[in-house]
């Protein structure tokens, strides 16, 4: 496909997405009439908003492939003539990949004082290579798009950060500066763990050389590595692996303190409240303070997202919005939606929403150097090339993320269970059984909450 096929594909997928959008909120629209009469929503209503909104799904997936396939390096965009070393390491790079010989390869590490089979095995991808996988990571791994990255030449990034804040005030010239004696500093550490992947090739694929070998080991492991990244930066336990957002430990926002990340309830257990839902992302919202806010985004699964699109303002207008222009995000409330598969769906107690500046809350760290060791045995005909990276990841700042509980507010329930205690009372004067039906009814509530 030309490039000019392919940005008029892109513009066709767009305008796909504000169609469906459209028909989405007429559907909801005519969905939210129905429950305000007698016989509550129609059936053929509710599929046909199900089917709008696994088709804008769908859409949005498909404009974001043609955006990807739109930013990749067309083959003879590079430069033609590679000076001195790169050019060497390349040549010599595409020779072991397609026919398993070395020796060029290890003595140039040797001159670069590197050691071509150490620890971590393998030997160094040419660095436009490198880079060429980073930037496609950039593009399909969700929250490294939006974290910030560093690069790092040994094992482990380690940073102090000042919890309290770094001193600063007003003096004059000539006057004394004043130290601080309550600097509290913490001490951050972010370990590179390997992460790899092992496409394979057949014989006649390497023997080819119209493939760029290069691009194709970039393209057979973008997705695997984007995959386990992205599970990684949200869910990882830190054992071999990052430590993800939501691993940290979590407290009130009311309550907060460092070293943990604050949250706002729903109100609701597993779900928004029935009134005034959009309320609850506001609250989330302004949970952030201004400096962290203005370059706020929001974190998400496909599950959330499709429940926070029928949510209106007080005038009737949708608060989710579908992406302006090409290979943009969608918006809510005016900030982006980054939509992460590896977010939790909601359910009771879940922390399926995440609201804040992840370029100033959480690192991603690479350790330079992506290295590739030849198989040709394990798989016979296939040869294997075993592709490794070291990644690491954490929660640089614990303030500049908020995270949304689906659980009911703690005061709310205390006025629910108030009023339906006054009620059992009732209810024991009139029928015992029921008394006892209704309080169990209570304490399995208490419980969804407590958990």
């Known amino acids: 496909m030309t490039h000019i096929e392919m940005k008029s594909a892109a513009g066709d997928a767009f305008g796909d997405l504000h169609e469906a959008f459209e028909a989405f909120k007429e559907t909801n629209d005519e969905r939210l009439k129905q429950l305000e009469t007698r016989f509550g929503v129609d059936a053929v209503t509710e599929e046909k908003l199900s089917r709008i909104d696994t088709a804008l799904d769908e859409t949005r997936r498909r404009l974001d492939r043609m955006t990807l396939d739109a930013g990749r390096p067309r083959r003879g965009g590079e430069p033609a003539a590679q000076e001195g070393a790169a050019r060497e390491h390349k040549s010599a790079f595409d020779l072991y990949m397609r026919a398993g010989e070395s020796s060029s390869l ?16 393998g030997y160094l991808v040419p660095t436009p290579a490198e880079q060429d996988i980073l930037r496609r990571l950039a593009k399909i791994s969700p ?6 990255v560093r690069q790092i030449s040994t094992h482990v990034l380690k940073r102090a950060f000042s919890t309290t804040g770094p001193a600063a005030g007003w003096v004059a010239e ?18 590179a763990m390997e992460l790899y992947a092992m496409p394979a090739a057949t014989q006649t694929l390497l023997d080819d050389a119209v493939v760029d070998i290069e691009q194709w080991i970039a393209e057979e ?3 695997a590595f984007a995959e386990q990244e992205g599970a990684a930066f949200v869910g990882g336990d830190g054992v071999n692996k990052p430590k993800g957002f939501l691993s940290y430990p979590t407290i009130a926002d009311a309550s907060w303190a460092w070293g943990n990340l604050g949250f706002i309830t729903t109100g609701a257990a597993g779900g928004f409240p029935v009134t005034q839902a959009s309320d609850v992302l506001f609250n989330l919202v302004y949970a952030l303070r201004a400096g962290f806010r203005q370059n706020g985004k929001f974190v998400m699964g496909r599950r959330a997202q499709s429940m926070i699109r029928q949510f209106k303002t007080t005038t009737g207008e949708y608060i989710w919005e579908p992406p302006a222009t090409g290979g943009a995000a969608a918006t809510l409330m005016n900030f982006p939606v980054i939509e992460a598969e590896d977010m939790p769906d909601p359910a009771a107690n879940s922390f ?3 609201f804040g500046d992840f370029e100033r809350g959480y690192v991603v760290v690479d350790r330079i150097g992506i290295r590739v060791l030849r198989d040709p045995y394990s798989a016979k005909p296939y040869v294997l090339f075993y592709t490794t990276k070291r990644v690491g990841g954490g929660v640089q700042n614990f303030e500049a993320i908020k995270l949304l509980n689906f659980r ?15 009620r059992s009372k009732a209810i024991h004067l009139q029928d015992n059984d029921a008394h006892h039906g209704w309080t169990a009814s209570l304490r399995s509530q208490w419980r969804a909450f407590s958990i």
Do not use: W, Y
Request: with cysteine; hydrophobic share 30%; net charge positive.
């Open 174 to 191: 000539a006057d004394p500066r004043p130290q601080s004696s309550n600097q509290q500093i913490a001490d951050l550490t972010f370990p």
């Open 106 to 121: 290890r003595r140039i590490e040797e001159k670069a004082m590197s050691v071509g089979s150490g620890a971590d095995g």
């Open 143 to 148: 929250i490294r798009s939006i974290a910030s």
């Open 408 to 422: 009911p507010d703690r005061r709310g329930l205390f006025r629910h269970c108030h009023r339906h205690c006054e």
């Open 352 to 354: 399926s929403v995440a």
């Open 221 to 223: 492991v973008q997705t």
